[in-house]
């Protein structure tokens, strides 16, 4: 038996790029003498050379990890919840739907502070779009005080797996039914646990 079932992997690239995307906040994770550093940070996908770009705070012991060719594994989650029975028109189990973009690859420190600096700029535009309510100037003097106390770093990407569980498996209708799930569920539970924590 061949694990993970095949029509739970998605192997097109472009569904893989739209979740990192759509969901930019990765968990990077890198191991040294056998432990692991894990770090959550929003990384942006340069499109001209696939690559993951990156910053993160030098006082972050995994800071000195992001360097020298390291190798790396990261981690970029889409949607998920619980499949109740109940969602389904023929009878099954529970069970977890979810979307996950798992890849490895190489690290590079990125030491140039103008390429740090335009990274930061760049950075801010994508996740301000569509409506980019606020532009990071060039001559922001915040930003400036901040240069010497972030790293830059990129990820050349040498494996790519996504992981797409969304009832493929199941009857038409119950798929459709899953899919209806995964966008209420994802609607209402966030108000619902800001509410508990926040």
């Known amino acids: 038996m061949n694990y993970p079932p095949k029509h739970h992997q998605d192997y097109d690239k472009n569904h893989m790029i739209d979740v990192i995307k759509t969901y930019p906040l990765a968990t990077v994770i890198s191991v040294q003498n056998n432990e692991p550093f894990i770090t959550h940070l929003p990384l942006i996908y340069r499109q001209e050379d696939s690559k993951l770009i990156g910053h993160i705070d030098i006082y972050n012991p995994q800071a ?26 023929t009878t099954q189990l529970p069970t977890w739907n979810y979307i996950k973009v798992h890849l490895k690859g190489t690290v590079k420190a990125i030491e140039s502070k103008d390429a740090l600096k335009q990274s930061l700029i760049t950075m801010t535009e994508f996740l301000e779009q569509p409506d980019h309510k606020y532009v990071l100037e060039p001559d922001n003097p ?57």
Not at 64 to 89: A, E, M
Not at 151 to 179: C, V, Y
């Open 64 to 89: 000195n990890l992001l360097k020298d060719n390291n190798p790396i594994t990261i981690l970029f989650s889409g949607p998920q919840c619980y499949i109740s029975p109940s969602v389904y028109t």
């Open 142 to 198: 915040r930003m400036e005080g901040a240069l010497d106390y972030i790293k830059m770093f990129e990820i050349t990407i040498n494996d790519w797996e996504g992981k797409f569980k969304l009832s493929q498996d199941k009857h038409p209708k119950d798929i459709r039914q899953a899919r209806a799930e995964l966008v209420r569920a994802n609607q209402e539970s966030i108000k619902e646990f800001l509410d508990r924590v926040f």
